[in-house]
């Protein structure tokens, strides 16, 4: 995934002026930043489900993207979700689904709604969804929220075995404990991003207005 120059305006304010970011097959990206900051922002467009004001966005192979707000239907059943997104996906089986059920402890709410389900439990099965089609770019906007610990382990567990087929991951994160486990890390600072190398040289550039991106 390639995105170069993106910039995004919320009414009058700009989001994202001119975030560059490239994620080859294979590598693990962090995405750092303020709450309000643009990070989703910047996911939604690398997706394609907002469309950038300015820019280049480049995707290559299909697309998986775990958004921070759940796309369940509360009437339906774990179940029912996996059929109903192996039609929109085509797959001819659930098998890889039926495995990422067990790795992250959701295979005993089969048929349970999701609208009973907890809020860590309903965010298991918001991931799933995002990864059940195999997909060669993964986009997760802090998927593990509300995970209790052994499946937070078992998280960054699949993290490396995907990563490890191939797969390029950018992953938006908040927790500390976190930033070791990426290949790279970048900040995202006043609509524009800069790799963890670059952070102090980030406050300067911002402080002085040159605007140039870094990472």
Same mark, same amino acid.
């Given at each position: ?124 099965? !918001? ?29 960054w567990e699949l993290t490396v075995r995907l990563r490890e087929r191939g797969r390029a991951i950018v992953m938006v994160s908040h927790l500390a404990l976190d930033i070791g486990r990426f290949d790279e890390v970048h900040y995202l600072r006043e609509g524009l991003l800069y790799d963890s190398s ?9 402080? !002085? ?7």
């Amino acid at each position: 995934m390639i995105l170069r120059g993106v910039r995004k305006a919320r009414g009058r304010r700009l989001v994202l002026r001119g975030a560059s970011l490239t994620v080859p097959s294979g590598m693990l990206v962090g995405v750092v930043g303020e709450n309000g900051g643009g990070k989703s922002t910047l996911l939604r467009i690398a997706c394609g489900q907002l469309a950038p004001d300015g820019g280049e966005v480049r995707r290559t192979g299909a697309v998986g993207y775990c958004p921070q707000r759940l796309v369940l239907d509360d009437a339906l059943t774990v179940e029912q979700h996996l059929r109903y997104f192996q039609v929109a996906y085509q797959l001819p089986d659930l098998r890889w689904s039926e495995e990422l059920l067990e790795i992250l402890a959701l295979a005993g709410f089969r048929g349970e709604r999701a609208g009973v389900l907890s809020g860590g439990t309903r965010q298991k099965l !918001n991931l799933v969804l995002a990864l059940m089609h195999d997909p060669d770019l993964l986009l997760l906007d802090e998927p593990y929220q509300g995970f209790d610990w052994e499946t937070y382990q078992r998280f960054w567990e699949l993290t490396v075995r995907l990563r490890e087929r191939g797969r390029a991951i950018v992953m938006v994160s908040h927790l500390a404990l976190d930033i070791g486990r990426f290949d790279e890390v970048h900040y995202l600072r006043e609509g524009l991003l800069y790799d963890s190398s670059g952070v102090a040289e980030a406050a300067a550039t911002v402080a !002085n207005g040159r605007g140039v991106v870094g990472g």
